[in-house]
C-alpha cells in the first residue's frame, strides 16, 4: 500500500489550520480545533478501554460531532470504532455490539433505552450527552496531539452491512480503505478548503464516511452534518452552509426529487452530488432541476470492486470493466460471452451473458468481515473476491447491473436478474420507484414487482398494461405476474429496499394487487382472494 494515506495523516495535514472544519446546526469548529478534538477523545478512550481486550468502541448515534470527533480520536488513539444502526433493536443490536467485541459504547441519551436489559457481552455503556462522559473528556482538555503509529492496512472500523439478505455482517474497513477514496474523489472533483462537504447520510454506514466524511477531510473542505436526512431540508441545508458537494446513496435523490419544485431550485452553490444506486431518470433530473452534476457510481461497503464511468459511458452502464474485473458465469465459472440484443433491444442470450462480478485479480479493497470467517470464505475464494453482484457486458465492453446473486429469479427455467425489469418499470412515467422480486410458483419462481407511484399520480390497470405491452426490451417472462401498488418500498436504514419482506408477503397484503394470469391483460385481485394459483 505505498503511497495510500492513513487517516491519521489526512487530520495530522488540517491541525493547524483555523478555517470552518466542520458545521453542524448553529455551532462551528475550525480544523485546528476539530484535530484537538479527536487527540482529547483519543486520550479519553486510551483511559477507559481495558487492556488487553481489543479497543473497540460501539458509536450509537446519529450524524452529531461527537461521531466526527471520535473518528479522529480512534485514528490517533489506534483505537476501533463499530457504527451501531439505531434502527436495529432487542436481540439484534445485542448481536451487533457481541460480534464487533465492543468494549465500550458510547450512545446518544436518545438511544440508551435500546441498550438496556440487553446482553452486551460486558461492553461498559457511556452516555454521549451525560455528565461523566463530559467529565472524561474535561480530564483530558488541550491533551497533546499524540498519534499512534498507523500504517494503511490498520483496521480503523467495523461497517455493517445493510442486512438486505440475512443478519448485518461487520466489513473491517482499514485507515487506507477510508483515506484513499477520500483524497481520490476530492482530487477527481478538484474539492478545496474553499468548499463545503454536506454529510447527512448515516455515519454509521460506507457511504457517508467514505464518499463524505473522508472527501471533506482529505480536501481540508468544511463538513457541514445534518442529524439525519430530510428531503423537505436538503436545499435549504445546501444554501445556508453553502455546499458544493453532497453524498447520497439511492432513494434519496428521489425523495428531494419529490418535494414540490420552485423556479430558483438551481439558484444555490452545489457543484457536485455523487453516490450511488440512484435511479437513472433521477440523476438527470436532480442535476438539471438543482444546477449541478450529479455523478453515480457502483459501490458496496465491502470495496472489493471498482467501475470508472465516463462522459460516454452508455445510459444505465456502470461503466466498463476495470483491469482484472470480469463478469463470470455461475456455471462454468468462466467469462459471459457478449451479450446479444435483438432488434426490440431484448436480451437474447442471457442464460450464457448474464453472471457474477468477479475480482479476479485480486481482493480490492476488501479486508474480510470481522468474526465471519465463513463470510470471508463465500467472499474470497482461491484469492478472487466474488462480489454477489450479478450483470452482464456488451460488445464494447460496457457492463450493465442484473441484481444481487440472492435476487435472482428462476422463471420458466431460465435465469432473470431483477434490475433489468426495474429499469424498465422506471420508465413509467407516473413510477417514482420499484423492486422486481421472486414469490413461489408451481416450478420455479413468478415475477413480482411492488411500485410506488409519484406524488399526486394515479396509475391504473389498463394503461399499465398497454406500458408493459409497449416495452420492446421486456422479455415475456420478464412480465410482472403480481404488481403491488404500495406509498414507499420498505428499507434499511441506508435506504436499501428489503425484498425478503416483500417476497415473504408475496400478494397477501393490504395494499392494491394486480395480478396478470398467464398472457392475459393485468387484473385486479380482490383482497379477499388473494390466493396462489398454480394454473397459470
Same mark, same amino acid.
Given at each position: 500500500?505505498?503511497?495510500? +494515506? @492513513?487517516?491519521?495523516?489526512?487530520? $495530522? *495535514? !488540517?491541525?493547524?489550520?483555523?478555517?470552518?472544519?466542520? &458545521?453542524?446546526?448553529? %455551532? #462551528?469548529?475550525?480544523?485546528?480545533?476539530?484535530?484537538?478534538?479527536?487527540?482529547?477523545?483519543?486520550?479519553?478512550?486510551?483511559?477507559?478501554?481495558?487492556?488487553?481486550?481489543?479497543?473497540?468502541?460501539?458509536?450509537?448515534?446519529?450524524?452529531?460531532?461527537?461521531?466526527?470527533?471520535?473518528?479522529?480520536?480512534?485514528?490517533?488513539?489506534?483505537?476501533?470504532?463499530?457504527?451501531?444502526? +439505531? @434502527?436495529?433493536?432487542?436481540?439484534? $443490536? *445485542? !448481536?451487533?455490539?457481541?460480534?464487533?467485541?465492543?468494549? &465500550?459504547?458510547?450512545? %446518544? #441519551?436518545?438511544?440508551?433505552?435500546?441498550?438496556?436489559?440487553?446482553?452486551?457481552?460486558?461492553?461498559?455503556?457511556?452516555?454521549?450527552?451525560?455528565?461523566?462522559?463530559?467529565?472524561?473528556?474535561?480530564?483530558?482538555?488541550?491533551?497533546?496531539?499524540?498519534?499512534?503509529?498507523?500504517?494503511?492496512?490498520?483496521?480503523?472500523?467495523?461497517?455493517?452491512?445493510?442486512?438486505?439478505?440475512?443478519?448485518?455482517?461487520?466489513?473491517?474497513?482499514?485507515?487506507?480503505?477510508?483515506?484513499?477514496?477520500?483524497?481520490? &474523489?476530492?482530487?477527481?472533483?478538484?474539492?478545496?478548503?474553499?468548499?463545503?462537504?454536506?454529510?447527512?447520510?448515516?455515519?454509521?454506514?460506507?457511504?457517508?464516511?467514505?464518499?463524505?466524511?473522508?472527501?471533506?477531510?482529505?480536501?481540508?473542505?468544511?463538513?457541514?452534518?445534518?442529524?439525519?436526512?430530510?428531503?423537505?431540508?436538503?436545499?435549504?441545508?445546501?444554501?445556508?452552509?453553502?455546499?458544493?458537494?453532497?453524498?447520497?446513496?439511492?432513494?434519496?435523490?428521489?425523495?428531494?426529487?419529490?418535494?414540490?419544485?420552485?423556479?430558483?431550485?438551481?439558484?444555490?452553490?452545489?457543484?457536485?452530488?455523487?453516490?450511488?444506486?440512484?435511479?437513472?431518470?433521477?440523476?438527470?433530473?436532480?442535476?438539471?432541476?438543482?444546477?449541478?452534476?450529479?455523478?453515480?457510481?457502483?459501490?458496496?461497503?465491502?470495496?472489493?470492486?471498482?467501475?470508472?464511468?465516463?462522459?460516454?459511458?452508455?445510459?444505465?452502464?456502470?461503466?466498463?470493466?476495470?483491469?482484472?474485473?470480469?463478469?463470470?458465469?455461475?456455471?462454468?465459472?468462466?467469462?459471459?460471452?457478449?451479450?446479444?440484443?435483438?432488434?426490440?433491444?431484448?436480451?437474447?442470450?442471457?442464460?450464457?451473458?448474464?453472471?457474477?462480478?468477479?475480482?479476479?485479480?485480486?481482493?480490492?479493497?476488501?479486508?474480510?468481515?470481522?468474526?465471519?470467517?465463513?463470510?470471508?470464505?463465500?467472499?474470497?475464494?482461491?484469492?478472487?473476491?466474488?462480489?454477489?453482484?450479478?450483470?452482464?457486458?456488451?460488445?464494447?465492453?460496457?457492463?450493465?447491473?442484473?441484481?444481487?446473486?440472492?435476487?435472482?429469479?428462476?422463471?420458466?427455467?431460465?435465469?432473470?436478474?431483477?434490475?433489468?425489469?426495474?429499469?424498465?418499470?422506471?420508465?413509467?412515467?407516473?413510477?417514482?420507484?420499484?423492486?422486481?422480486?421472486?414469490?413461489?410458483?408451481?416450478?420455479?419462481?413468478?415475477?413480482?414487482?411492488?411500485?410506488?407511484?409519484?406524488?399526486?399520480?394515479?396509475?391504473?390497470?389498463?394503461?399499465?398494461?398497454?406500458?408493459?405491452?409497449?416495452?420492446?426490451?421486456?422479455?415475456?417472462?420478464?412480465?410482472?405476474?403480481?404488481?403491488?401498488?404500495?406509498?414507499?418500498?420498505?428499507?434499511?436504514?441506508?435506504?436499501?429496499?428489503?425484498?425478503?419482506?416483500?417476497?415473504?408477503?408475496?400478494?397477501?397484503?393490504?395494499?392494491?394487487?394486480?395480478?396478470?394470469?398467464?398472457?392475459?391483460?393485468?387484473?385486479?385481485?380482490?383482497?379477499?382472494?388473494?390466493?396462489?394459483?398454480?394454473?397459470?
Amino acid at each position: 500500500m505505498t503511497g495510500v +494515506p @492513513t487517516v491519521t495523516d489526512l487530520l $495530522l *495535514a !488540517r491541525a493547524g489550520e483555523q478555517h470552518p472544519g466542520l &458545521l453542524f446546526e448553529d %455551532e #462551528s469548529w475550525s480544523w485546528a480545533e476539530c484535530v484537538l478534538a479527536g487527540a482529547e477523545h483519543a486520550a479519553a478512550l486510551r483511559a477507559l478501554l481495558p487492556p488487553g481486550a481489543p479497543p473497540h468502541v460501539g458509536v450509537l448515534a446519529d450524524n452529531v460531532p461527537a461521531f466526527s470527533f471520535l473518528l479522529g480520536g480512534a485514528a490517533l488513539s489506534g483505537s476501533v470504532l463499530a457504527g451501531l444502526n +439505531p @434502527t436495529r433493536r432487542g436481540e439484534a $443490536l *445485542a !448481536r451487533d455490539v457481541r460480534l464487533a467485541d465492543c468494549a &465500550l459504547v458510547l450512545a %446518544e #441519551s436518545r438511544y440508551l433505552p435500546l441498550l438496556a436489559g440487553l446482553d452486551l457481552g460486558g461492553a461498559r455503556v457511556l452516555d454521549l450527552d451525560g455528565a461523566e462522559w463530559a467529565e472524561r473528556l474535561a480530564a483530558h482538555r488541550g491533551a497533546e496531539i499524540a498519534p499512534v503509529a498507523a500504517a494503511a492496512g490498520d483496521l480503523l472500523m467495523l461497517i455493517f452491512t445493510s442486512g438486505t439478505s440475512g443478519a448485518p455482517k461487520a466489513v473491517r474497513c482499514t485507515h487506507g480503505k477510508i483515506a484513499f477514496p477520500g483524497r481520490m &474523489l476530492a482530487e477527481r472533483f478538484g474539492l478545496s478548503r474553499a468548499g463545503t462537504v454536506y454529510v447527512s447520510m448515516p455515519m454509521f454506514h460506507s457511504n457517508a464516511i467514505m464518499a463524505g466524511w473522508s472527501v471533506g477531510l482529505a480536501a481540508g473542505a468544511t463538513i457541514a452534518l445534518r442529524r439525519r436526512f430530510s428531503a423537505s431540508g436538503f436545499l435549504a441545508d445546501v444554501r445556508r452552509f453553502g455546499a458544493t458537494y453532497a453524498n447520497y446513496v439511492g432513494a434519496p435523490l428521489s425523495y428531494v426529487l419529490a418535494t414540490p419544485p420552485r423556479p430558483d431550485d438551481a439558484d444555490n452553490p452545489l457543484r457536485i452530488v455523487y453516490g450511488n444506486e440512484g435511479a437513472e431518470a433521477d440523476l438527470a433530473a436532480f442535476g438539471h432541476r438543482f444546477g449541478c452534476h450529479v455523478v453515480d457510481a457502483f459501490g458496496s461497503t465491502e470495496g472489493g470492486v471498482g467501475f470508472a464511468r465516463t462522459p460516454d459511458t452508455p445510459s444505465g452502464s456502470l461503466g466498463r470493466l476495470t483491469e482484472g474485473v470480469e463478469v463470470l458465469h455461475p456455471d462454468t465459472g468462466l467469462p459471459c460471452p457478449p451479450a446479444e440484443f435483438a432488434e426490440d433491444g431484448t436480451l437474447r442470450n442471457a442464460a450464457e451473458a448474464v453472471g457474477e462480478i468477479v475480482n479476479t485479480s485480486g481482493t480490492g479493497w476488501f479486508a474480510g468481515y470481522y468474526g465471519d470467517p465463513e463470510a470471508d470464505a463465500e467472499r474470497v475464494r482461491q484469492g478472487r473476491y466474488f462480489t454477489g453482484d450479478l450483470a452482464y457486458v456488451d460488445a464494447e465492453g460496457y457492463c450493465y447491473f442484473a441484481g444481487r446473486r440472492g435476487d435472482w429469479l428462476r422463471v420458466d427455467g431460465e435465469n432473470l436478474g431483477t434490475a433489468p425489469i426495474e429499469r424498465v418499470l422506471l420508465r413509467h412515467p407516473r413510477v417514482a420507484d420499484a423492486a422486481v422480486y421472486a414469490v413461489p410458483g408451481r416450478i420455479g419462481d413468478q415475477v413480482m414487482a411492488a411500485l410506488v407511484p409519484r406524488p399526486e399520480a394515479t396509475l391504473t390497470l389498463a394503461e399499465f398494461g398497454d406500458f408493459l405491452a409497449a416495452q420492446p426490451d421486456l422479455g415475456p417472462r420478464q412480465l410482472p405476474r403480481f404488481v403491488r401498488i404500495v406509498n414507499e418500498l420498505p428499507r434499511t436504514s441506508t435506504y436499501k429496499v428489503l425484498k425478503r419482506e416483500l417476497s415473504r408477503e408475496g400478494p397477501h397484503c393490504s395494499d392494491p394487487v394486480w395480478w396478470r394470469p398467464g398472457t392475459e391483460p393485468i387484473y385486479e385481485l380482490p383482497p379477499s382472494t388473494r390466493e396462489w394459483r398454480h394454473e397459470f
